[in-house]
T-cell receptor
Framework: TQLLEQSPQFLSIQEGENLTVYCNSS?????LQWYRQEPGEGPVLLVT?????EVKKLKRLTFQFGDARKDSSLHITAAQPGDTGLYLC????????????FGTGTRLQVTL | EPEVTQTPSHQVTQMGQEVILRCVPI?????FYWYRQILGQKVEFLVS????????KSEIFDDQFSVERPDGSNFTLKIRSTKLEDSAMYFC???????????FGPGTRLTVL
């Protein structure tokens, strides 16, 4: 059973601060997704990374995939209250259209 | 923008009753999934479906669960005899690309009393 660990579990910061969330596995991912989930709603896809060392940017969010494809990070620059939410990483280990294994999530709160 | 839809948004049922949760995946997607999320816990994989058959299922997906694609658009999850521990959010997801970008529906909150 693959385990996917996220850290930190909770993060409370002030508007304008930077933060990084980590996602780690002992196994190699074939692909990894980052999602954001609001209470009572479904996960919303933010990004997919596939290639080791890959970096993708989505406005103030920067996603990095580790060279060995076992870890990933999400960095938010100048956080805003609208960034508040649950950030989930989810990986697949066995190729095309395989099941996703989710991390426990990082709950981010950004205050004024 | 195409999206996955699910109905109902909330289902309340008595223990032992059958429930059917419905999903309409994105129209050109070929792979379909059900996940569930018990309150405060991780999203867990239940089953994947491709080419009108189950391609993978988890230990959670026992004989009480079944999936069906009765027509070209709907994808259903049936729980034959619900238990209290089936109370959870159930999410449908679908995929088109080789990068396994799974798009999730808004979920059905199932409450078993």
């Amino acid at each position: 059973t693959q385990l996917l660990e996220q850290s930190p579990q909770f993060l409370s910061i002030q508007e304008g601060e930077n933060l990084t969330v980590y996602c780690n596995s002992s196994s190699v991912f074939s692909s990894l997704q980052w999602y954001r989930q609001e209470p009572g709603e479904g996960p919303v896809l933010l990004v997919t990374v596939v290639t080791g060392g890959e970096v993708k940017k989505l406005k103030r969010l920067t996603f990095q995939f580790g060279d060995a494809r076992k870890d990933s990070s999400l960095h938010i620059t100048a956080a805003q209250p609208g960034d508040t939410g649950l950030y989930l990483c989810a990986g697949s280990y066995t190729g095309t259209a395989s099941k996703l294994t989710f991390g426990t999530g990082t709950r981010l709160q950004v205050t004024l | 923008e195409p999206e996955v839809t699910q109905t109902p948004s909330h289902q309340v049922t008595q223990m032992g009753q059958e429930v059917i949760l419905r999903c309409v995946p994105i129209s050109n997607h070929l792979y379909f999934y059900w996940y569930r999320q018990i309150l405060g816990q991780k999203v867990e994989f239940l089953v994947s479906f491709y080419n009108n058959e189950i391609s993978e299922k988890s230990e959670i997906f026992d004989d009480q669960f079944s999936v069906e694609r009765p027509d070209g658009s709907n994808f259903t999850l049936k729980i034959r005899s619900t238990k209290l521990e089936d109370s959870a959010m159930y999410f449908c997801a679908s995929v088109s690309s080789s990068y396994n970008e799974q798009f999730f529906g808004p979920g059905t909150r199932l409450t078993v009393l």
